[in-house]
């Protein structure tokens, strides 16, 4: 009786519980009935919808202190050896500043142009899981896409993930992609015609401005043991066999940190797996000869 009564009292038919509605689930997981699905990305944790000007501002720091850079690759692509053509092709094409620095590099060292060209592709494939990020957060339509992937790189994926809604995602990466990307070809143009001017460009140091913003955006994504552990054992072994093999290869050796971090920690929580199984094996062999007795 007390069950008829309780679903008489319910909205819809005496008796026939009211259909829910379709449940939905909060930026903290949290179930919300009710709740219509949003087209935009969940705000990160603590993160408050910023002003479109704010967003287009953060972003054009980003992409003006990156994009200057650019001259530095073009001196230091002319001094390599590379022509005009080239050095510009390069930035038109590849746009990714470590890789350029990486593949020159190792050029001017007289390293062998395919070893210097495989550790250039090593260092842009990062590109590649930053675009797996950003295709869900941009949700962009199918024909712009390609014309995008040209765009996702450290800076540009640094300044997306920092905006809490999809409509700062889209600004951010558009002006910072647009800002850099122009920039930084005009920057090399001018590098490059500069060069001969400049003269000797291993005095002025201008080669090591482009390592030096990688590392400038590289150490505040170093948060945790991990990423730190994998990153200081890429340097030892980079430096250490940079004077032992050719240009470039140094490079492909240091990426082995990452793999080689990963497998010492499963194997570390390999070992505290079976000590845990043993531990628990003896005390139940313990609570039974206990019983026993």
């Known amino acids: 009786m007390a069950e008829q009564t309780a679903s008489a009292d319910r909205p819809g038919t005496a008796g026939i519980p009211a259909r829910s509605a379709p449940e939905t689930r909060d930026e903290n997981g949290t179930a919300v009935q009710g709740a219509t699905s949003r087209t935009e990305p969940a705000p990160t944790p603590g993160g408050e919808p910023k002003p479109d000007s704010a967003v287009v501002r953060d972003a054009l720091g980003v992409g003006i202190a990156v994009g200057l850079s650019g001259f530095a690759f073009g001196v230091t692509s002319a001094g390599a050896g590379l022509t005009l053509l080239q050095s510009c092709a390069l930035s038109l094409l590849v746009f990714t500043g470590a890789s350029q620095f990486a593949l020159v590099g190792a050029l001017a060292a007289g390293g062998n142009p395919l070893t210097a060209a495989a550790g250039a592709f090593f260092l842009g494939v990062r590109n590649t ?18 014309f995008a992937a040209q765009w996702v790189i450290d800076e540009t994926t640094a300044v997306a993930l920092a905006q809490p809604t999809r409509r700062g995602v889209r600004i951010g990466f558009t002006v910072t992609g647009l800002t850099l990307y122009v920039l930084w070809n005009l920057t090399t143009l001018l590098g490059a015609l500069g060069a001969e001017a400049i003269g000797d460009t291993d005095a002025w140091g201008l080669d090591a401005a482009g390592p030096a913003c990688f590392l400038a955006l590289l150490a505040p994504m170093l948060r945790t043991t991990r990423e730190r552990a994998v990153a200081a054992i890429a340097v030892v072994l980079g430096l250490g066999f940079l004077p032992l093999l050719p240009a470039g290869v140094p490079v492909l050796i240091a990426a082995l940190a990452a793999p080689a971090v990963l497998w010492f920690e499963g194997r570390r929580a390999g070992r505290g797996t079976a000590a845990e199984s043993a531990g628990e094996s003896g005390r139940g062999t313990t609570d039974r000869k206990g019983t026993d007795r």
């Open 129 to 146: 899981f930053y675009g797996l990020r950003l295709s869900q957060l941009l949700a962009l339509p199918r024909y712009v896409r390609p």
